[in-house]
Structures are given as C-alpha cells and as structure tokens.
Antibody
Framework: EVQLLQSGGGLVQPGGSLRLSCVAS????????ITWIRQGPGQGLEWVSR????????YYADSVRGRFSLSRDNSKNTVDLDMKSLRVEDTAVYYC????????????WGQGVLVTV | EIVMTQSPALVSVSPGERATLSCRAS??????LAWYQQKPGQAPRLLIY???TRATGIPDRFSGTGSGTEFTLTISSLQSEDFAIYYC??????????FGGGTKVEVK
C-alpha cells in the first residue's frame, strides 16, 4: 500500500524557519517525482515545489523561490521541504504528493500538515 | 503561466441529478488536465487524468471530456458522498503547475 506520511508542521514567527518531511512507502521511491502543494485557510490548491526522482532537479513557485528548498534522500525514502524567511501568507496546510506515473497527476497524497506563520 | 478558471464556483444539485463542472485554460494544455475531489479535512483525491481517463477505483459516474482550453467534469448521478469541492489542474508546460479555483458541489 502506498503511503506518504508527513511531519514537521507547527507555529512559527514571521521570518522563522521550519522543515517539513514526507516519508514514503509502498512504491519504488526513486522512480517518482514528489511534489508539494499547499492550501491556505479556506483557499484553493497552490503548487509549491517539485523534485525529480533522482533529486538532481527541483522546481519552485515564484512565491517561494529563494526561501524554500526541496531535497530528498532516496536511501530513506524521504523528501524534506526546508522553509526559511516565512511570511504570514505562507500559512497553509502543506501536502506532499506522488505522481501517478511519470506525469504530475497526483494519485497519492500525504495527510497534510498545518504551518501557521 | 497558464491560468485555470473553473465555473461555476458553486453548484447546487439534488442527489441523483447530474452535475456539470467546467474548467477553462488561458492557453492550450492539450489533454494534460486532471480533476481532483476534496472533502473537508481531507487531502484531494485524483478522479481523472489526461482529461478523460478515470483514476483507479473511481466510479464510472465520473467522466471527463475536453482538450485544448475547454474541459468538463460530469457526475452523472450525484451520490451523497460526491458533495465536495472539485479542482482541475493542468500539467502541460510546467513549471509552474496550476490549479483552478475550485467548484463546490452542494446539496440543493
């Protein structure tokens, strides 16, 4: 069974930092890109960042580029989202998600973690 | 950046009736379009990918059509568990990946 288990959310002051983690199981982790998507209070879905299976390529939304950094450890089936210089507008539930099959069609999602700035 | 516009923002439907949700892209996304369902307090669930292919385990009352800039999600006979918010998402020319603003399907 595919599972994405997230951790690391919480309350942080503006300008602070936080690390979110996503631990995967049930599939060949290195074969799949992992994407982070967030949802502000009462808002829609917003793409945040995406990392390739190898970890060599990472992409960021303009709203977080230069402040957020995405990395993965394929030996531990883990993806980490490091968030710095946090702003009030970064307050959201953050989800990690897995591609269905090579395309950014997200067939499995983490449970989501709340970040409050 | 491609902008995805969903309409209507809210639709009221009686159980057993049909619901038709629209999603428009600001430029062609070919068939690189997915639909998700989200219920309160839950992560989104993939319903449709490649504009018209149902994801694993999705009932056949859900169908997707369209290509280019105009897409439709149809729920043929609404069940109680279908009342939720639905999002479209394009993945034609990323980054960025973009979502529509959502359509809430509520009980009439």
């Amino acid at each position: 069974e595919v599972q994405l288990l997230q951790s690391g959310g919480g309350l942080v002051q503006p300008g602070g930092s936080l690390r979110l983690s996503c631990v995967a199981s049930g599939f060949t982790f290195i074969s799949y890109d992992i994407t982070w998507i967030r949802q502000g209070p009462g808002q829609g879905l917003e793409w945040v960042s995406r990392i390739s299976g190898s970890g060599r390529s990472a992409y960021y939304a303009d709203s977080v580029r230069g402040r957020f950094s995405l990395s993965r450890d394929n030996s531990k089936n883990t993806v980490d989202l490091d968030m710095k210089s946090l702003r009030v507008e970064d307050t959201a539930v953050y989800y990690c998600a897995k591609d269905r099959s090579g395309w950014p069609e997200f067939d499995h999602w983490g449970q989501g973690v709340l970040v409050t700035v | 950046e491609i902008v995805m516009t969903q309409s209507p923002a809210l639709v009221s439907v009686s159980p057993g009736e049909r619901a038709t949700l629209s999603c428009r892209a600001s430029q062609s996304v070919d068939s690189k379009l997915a639909w998700y369902q989200q219920k309160p307090g839950q992560a989104p669930r993939l319903l449709i990918y490649a504009a018209s292919t149902r994801a694993t385990g999705i009932p056949d009352r859900f169908s997707g059509t369209g290509s280019g800039t105009e897409f439709t999600l149809t729920i043929s006979s609404l069940q109680s568990e279908d009342f939720a918010i639905y999002y479209c998402q394009e993945y034609h020319n990323w980054p960025p990946l973009t979502f529509g603003g959502g359509t809430k399907v509520e009980v009439k």
